[in-house]
């Protein structure tokens, strides 16, 4: 067993830092504030090859793993949650997909323009009364000659509204249960496909998050991705991969409060001399220290499972189940070591406790990770 | 067109920090980098590579640590990159240095040869025109802009204190680059990849390449360092904005009197 990182991590590493302080961490402030998706990112996301990282070279992505991505996503999490989730809802829960479970044409058509990053891809699963039982899918597809016609509606979509690539769910048997569950491609100008209501959240303020409303859609049946009822497994599966990604959006944001809460310990001085000489600031670093170390050790060991094509779900799930509990616990504390600085907009920390938060609920509540560990135990 | 791109590692001197008892540098823990002048030349030679097809070819000597750079140098998107090392070059100055650099170059015939224009370690900015003299090479220093103009010539823009000279130089030839030139690319995810799993670094040693012994290492280094000191902190500078005329020159003279100088 070696823990230390190949060379070519630590120099990802590098590059994902430099790239975030430069072109991130500046309008990360600003995108919050404003409510703002920054699409002039998401180019530049694309031209250093940020989008299409665990995709094959032959597909048009960069060849490299589910580590490296998972490292990209921590990286610019740490300096900015919007970033990091766009990142990881166009490239876990739409480019992955297509590749794992899409035809070879699906893949030319689709996989390569996502994967080079000219489109931006998401991915349509939860519904107004299918959140946490996603089973209990009302979106319809019904067979019409050539084409499906999807009916319905999809909420809180990520990337919904720039995204060019859907991935969405939709009943093709009511009577199959999640067996009639199916996945389609659906691109952003299929007639009858619109983007309802934008959503204002309380955190990771610069993504876009909609509705999406389906009257009448049609869809070839060449889009019809995997096999007629496979649906809710593909989407099962992809969640098992959007975890790594989450935890490590959530690793990120914890990481950013912690090194935020350190520098600003060594220069704030009460009492005549500097916070971090306190022993209540040295033991609450300390357990926040031990806690990101932990939460990434999870990461990585279900991100390289991952890459070893070994089963990985139960480990995805503490991942993120732990990732996201200390992503909110170590915000919190910052903004406490912050004071009255925490909680004002003129320091990153309260953005960070806001944008820590939804790593506990999408992708998978905690309970919903707490009952895919419980299952592998059990 | 083949471009050979000569960097050097140099300790990351904003990293770089005072030990407070001693006042001393703590190089322990300071991470290496490739010099930036040096990384300006190598976006230089990409852009030339991305405009107008060429191919690039980085070279550094140095210890076996240097790989590093190197490999970061296939991140960024270079083609070809070489290790000049052996114990015979251990304590080179500039000159041994260059003769070594300028006999690896002579094997590898470029139509052009970037250097950077000096080392934040060293700070000489020798080696660069010392390789064009041995090579018997036009050489252009402090260029902050090139162009391709055909096949055969260049029109580079050097700095000078007082302006730039725009000149028109003949290939193959040597220039030396600065900072201000251009704004470094990042690597790429699948570069730093294949850095690693498919690229190799080339090792030259000193049987690699055909020289006179007697040039290089510490034998062929005329240069002796007397005695090496390290410079005093300064207090940060105070600027004062808004002030009129008359004020500043108040300023000047109460300071200059502060100072005894007046």
Not at chain 2, 163 to 169: A, V, Y
Request: negative net charge.
């Amino acid at each position: 067993m070696d823990f230390n990182l190949d060379n070519e991590y630590d120099m990802l590493r590098t590059m994902y830092r430099d790239f975030s302080e430069q072109e991130v961490e500046p309008i990360a402030a600003e995108i919050d504030e404003e409510e703002r998706f920054p699409a002039e990112t998401v180019t530049k996301l694309a031209k250093f090859g940020l989008l299409g990282i665990p995709i094959p070279k032959e597909y048009g992505g960069e060849g490299a793993d589910n580590l490296a991505y998972s490292m990209a996503v921590e990286e610019l999490g740490r300096v900015c949650g919007t970033t990091s989730v766009i990142v990881s809802a166009h490239t876990s829960l739409c480019a992955v997909l297509i590749l794992e479970f899409g035809t070879e044409e699906q893949k030319q058509k689709y996989l390569v323009p996502l994967a080079k990053g000219e489109k931006l891809g998401a991915f349509g699963l939860t519904e107004p009364n299918a959140g946490t039982d996603a089973s209990a899918q009302q979106t319809t597809a019904i067979v019409d000659g050539e084409d499906y016609v999807l009916n319905g509606s999809k909420i809180f979509i990520t990337n919904a509204g720039y995204a060019d690539t859907y991935v969405v769910m939709a009943m093709t048997d009511k009577k199959m249960g999640t067996r009639g569950i199916s996945a389609f491609i659906v691109e952003h100008d299929f007639p009858g496909f619109s983007i309802g209501k934008k959503e204002k959240k309380l955190g990771i303020r610069g993504s876009s998050t909609c509705e999406l409303i389906f009257e009448d859609c049609r869809v070839p049946k060449e889009n019809l991705l995997g096999k007629v009822g496979k649906g809710f497994s593909i989407a099962m599966k992809t969640l098992d991969g959007g975890r790594i990604g989450i935890a490590s959006q959530a690793l990120g944001i914890a990481q950013g409060a912690f090194d935020q809460t350190v520098n600003y310990v060594k220069e704030r001085k009460q009492f005549g001399r500097a916070l971090s000489k306190f022993q209540n600031t040295q033991f609450e670093l300390a357990d926040m220290n031990t806690k990101l170390e932990a939460a990434r050790l999870l990461i990585y060991k279900a991100a390289c499972k991952k890459d070893q094509r070994l089963p990985y779900s139960a480990d995805a799930a503490r991942a993120k189940l732990y990732a996201a509990e200390v992503a909110m616990e170590i915000t919190t504390k910052a903004v406490q070591l912050h004071g009255g600085y925490g909680y004002i907009r003129e320091y990153p920390i309260e953005r960070m406790m806001r944008d820590a938060k939804i790593t506990e609920i999408y992708e998978g509540t905690s309970e919903v990770q707490k009952m895919v560990i419980a299952a592998d135990v059990l | 067109m083949k471009i050979v791109v000569c960097i050097k590692q140099v300790p990351d001197t904003t990293e770089v920090k005072l030990d407070p008892e001693t006042g001393t540098l703590i190089r322990k823990g300071v991470p290496s980098i490739i010099n930036p002048d040096d990384k300006r030349g190598l976006e230089a030679a990409l852009q030339l590579k991305d405009e107008f097809g060429a191919e690039v070819v980085v070279l550094t000597m140095g210890p076996p640590q240097a790989d590093n750079a190197l490999r970061e140098s296939f991140g960024m998107g270079v083609d070809q990159a070489i290790l000049l090392t052996d114990r015979a070059f251990a304590g080179s100055d500039t000159l041994a240095t260059s003769h070594t650099l300028a006999a690896a170059i002579r094997k590898i015939s470029p139509d052009l040869i970037i250097a950077g224009r000096q080392a934040i370690d060293g700070d000489t900015a020798q080696v660069g025109p010392q390789i064009a003299e041995h090579l018997n090479l036009p050489q252009v220093s402090y260029v902050f802009d090139l162009q391709k103009e055909d096949e055969k010539h260049l029109i580079v823009k050097r700095s000078f204190e007082d302006g730039s000279h725009r000149l028109r130089i003949k290939m193959p030839c040597l220039i030396t680059t600065l900072s201000e030139m251009n704004t470094p690319r990042y690597m790429s995810v699948g570069k730093i990849f294949d850095a690693y799993r498919e690229k190799k670094v080339e090792i030259w040693n000193l049987k690699d390449i055909d020289i006179e012994t007697a040039t290089l290492g510490l034998a062929g280094s005329p240069t002796k360092v007397q005695k090496s000191f390290t410079k005093s902190v300064k207090d940060k500078g105070v600027v004062y904005d808004d002030v009129s005329p008359k004020e500043a020159a108040k300023l000047i003279v109460d300071k200059l009197t502060e100072k005894y100088i007046l």
